[in-house]
């Protein structure tokens, strides 16, 4: 396979008596667009949170970049940008001083953070509301000053869970082509979805997972395999190909009776 930005051994998650993530192995090849796909409640926001270091998994381990995420944390989140779903921001800042104060945080020299900040705004499309607080913002702007915020120290890994999720298309086609241009570049992106036509049209590599399992993972292609999408190739592997929604809702439509 090449150089891993990821590596995940055996890593488990419970919540109680619910298993989240049930022993999930994963290697993930550097400089490539990674699509974890999967059902809702599949364990992909779990599983991203272990790996980004934002949740303890109950076993298992995970390398980033060649650093253990607990035991040299320091390293590896110098070396990730992430922007995790329902994402808090200090929301009584405005864009630009969030990015200010994010990229200082950083240890970036100011004249640098502010450099990288015009930029960002600017291709994003939020200059013109970089002096209004965070907290007016529409649900894409928050995505997209979150991700500049990601992206702001220039990680190796960037990690997005379900980023296009209530984003108008003009946003989300804004989005896509800082994401394409970031992994052309040589970086990794790893981003969870629920959406296979998404999945389909972004990414190069991907992993599917369902009920806290890896169920497959290799090139988009190979995934894929002899089916006519990758939705249907998704359908086939987590057991619901040949699920009739409506075989019993013959009740259904028309009016009442």
Request: charged fraction near 25%.
């Amino acid at each position: 396979m090449g150089e891993s930005a990821v590596r995940v051994r055996g890593l488990w998650k419970r919540f109680g008596r619910q298993v989240a993530v049930a022993g999930v192995d994963l290697e993930l090849p550097a400089g490539k667009f990674i699509g974890l796909v999967g059902p809702n409640g599949a364990g992909k926001t779990t599983t991203l949170s272990m790996v980004t270091g934002l949740l303890r998994p109950d076993q298992g381990s995970v390398e980033v970049v060649g650093h253990d995420v607990w035991r040299d944390p320091v390293e590896v989140k110098a070396r990730i940008g992430v922007l995790p779903e329902g994402l808090r921001l200090f929301e009584r800042l405005s864009g630009r001083e969030l990015l200010a104060y994010s990229g200082r945080l950083r240890g970036l020299p100011g004249a640098e953070v502010d450099k990288r900040a015009t930029q960002l705004l600017d291709v994003l499309d939020l200059a013109g509301s970089q002096h209004k607080l965070v907290v007016d913002y529409s649900t894409g702007m928050r995505k997209k000053i979150g991700l500049a915020a990601a992206l702001l120290h220039n990680p190796e890994v960037l990690f997005l869970d379900e980023p296009f999720e209530g984003v108008d298309p003009v946003s989300a086609q804004t989005i896509r082509g800082v994401l394409e241009r970031y992994t052309a570049s040589g970086a990794t992106v790893v981003f969870s979805s629920h959406v296979m036509e998404l999945v389909e049209s972004l990414c190069d590599w991907v992993a599917v997972m369902a009920a806290g399992r890896i169920r497959a993972t290799g090139p988009l292609a190979e995934v894929r395999g002899d089916a006519p999408s990758l939705q249907q190739a998704f359908l086939e592997l987590v057991g619901a190909g040949g699920r009739d929604a409506g075989s019993d809702l013959d009740w259904l439509g028309g009016g009442v009776r």
